[in-house]
C-alpha cells in the first residue's frame, strides 16, 4: 500500500485561501468516506482537523474545510494567518492489508 | 481531561523487544478503538495497527506484520504494543490515538509520542 500523494509543499499569504490535494486510488480515497486530515506543528503530536471528508471537529475553526471528488480529497483553508504554518498529512481507510494510508505530507507556509 | 500518555520507549539493540504502553484516562477507554502511528525522524507519519473496543479484532501494517502485537487492558485503561525482531527502520517516535469514529480512522485523540531508537 502506497501513501496518498500530496503536494510537497504550499504557502500563500495572511488572508488568501489555499487548498492542499491528497490523490490516492479507487481502493481507499475513492471507495470510502473515510478521509481525515491531520495538522502538525513541529515538535507536537498532529490534531485532526477533519474527519469522513468534511466533517470539523468541536473546537476547529470553520477556516478550515474537506471535500472529496473520485480518489482526490482536498483541504482549503481560508483567511489564512500565520498559526496555520505547519505540515499537514491526509488519511484514509483503504481495503488493502493495511487498513490505513497516511499522505505524504504538505508543509504550508504563511509568506 | 481527555488525556493518553505513553512511555516505554529508549534505545534498543537490533533483533530485541521493548513493550510500549499508552494510559488512557477522562474518557471510557472501552468504548473506542485504538492505534498506533509512527512517525520516523523528519518522515511523515505511518498507521502501525488498530485495535477494536473489545480487544477482538487487531490489524497491523505489512511492515510490522508478524513482528508487533497489539493489546489492551480496559480494566487498566491501557494499550500496548509489544514489538519484538525490532530493526533499524523502527526507529521512530510511536504515537497512540484513538479513534473518534468507531475505527474509520478518524484519530481524535492523540498522546505526546514516545521516541523508540533501535541501534547498535
Known amino acids: 500500500q502506497s501513501a496518498l500523494t500530496q503536494p510537497a509543499s504550499v504557502s500563500g499569504s495572511p488572508g488568501q485561501s489555499i487548498t492542499i490535494s491528497c490523490t490516492g486510488t479507487?481502493?481507499?480515497?475513492?471507495?470510502?468516506?473515510?478521509v481525515s486530515w491531520y495538522q502538525q506543528h513541529p515538535g507536537k503530536a498532529p490534531k485532526l482537523m477533519i474527519y469522513?471528508?468534511?466533517n470539523r471537529p468541536s473546537g476547529v475553526s470553520n477556516r478550515f474545510s474537506g471535500s472529496k471528488s473520485g480518489n482526490t480529497a482536498s483541504l482549503t483553508i481560508s483567511g489564512l494567518q500565520a498559526e496555520d504554518e505547519a505540515d499537514y498529512y491526509c488519511?484514509?481507510?483503504?481495503?488493502?492489508?493495511?487498513?490505513?494510508?497516511f499522505g505524504t505530507g504538505t508543509k504550508v507556509t504563511v509568506l | 481531561q481527555v488525556q493518553l500518555v505513553e512511555s516505554g520507549g529508549g534505545v534498543v539493540q537490533p533483533g530485541r523487544s521493548l513493550r510500549l504502553s499508552c494510559a488512557a484516562s477522562g474518557f471510557t477507554f472501552s468504548s473506542y478503538g485504538m492505534h498506533w502511528v509512527r512517525q520516523a525522524p523528519g518522515k511523515g507519519l505511518e498507521w502501525v495497527a488498530v485495535i477494536w473496543y473489545d480487544g477482538s479484532n487487531k490489524y497491523y501494517a505489512d511492515s510490522v506484520k508478524g513482528r508487533f502485537s497489539i493489546s489492551r487492558d480496559n480494566s487498566k485503561n491501557t494499550l500496548y504494543l509489544q514489538m519484538n525482531s525490532l530493526r533499524a527502520e523502527d526507529t521512530a517516535v510511536y504515537y497512540c490515538?484513538?479513534?473518534?469514529?468507531?475505527?474509520?480512522?478518524?484519530?481524535?485523540?492523540w498522546g505526546q509520542g514516545t521516541m523508540v531508537t533501535v541501534s547498535s
Open positions: 479507487s481502493s481507499d480515497v475513492g471507495a470510502y468516506n473515510y
Open positions: 490515538a484513538r479513534d473518534g469514529v468507531g475505527v474509520t480512522g478518524a484519530f481524535d485523540i
Open positions: 469522513e471528508v468534511s
Open positions: 488519511s484514509s481507510y483503504t481495503s488493502s492489508s493495511t487498513l490505513y494510508v
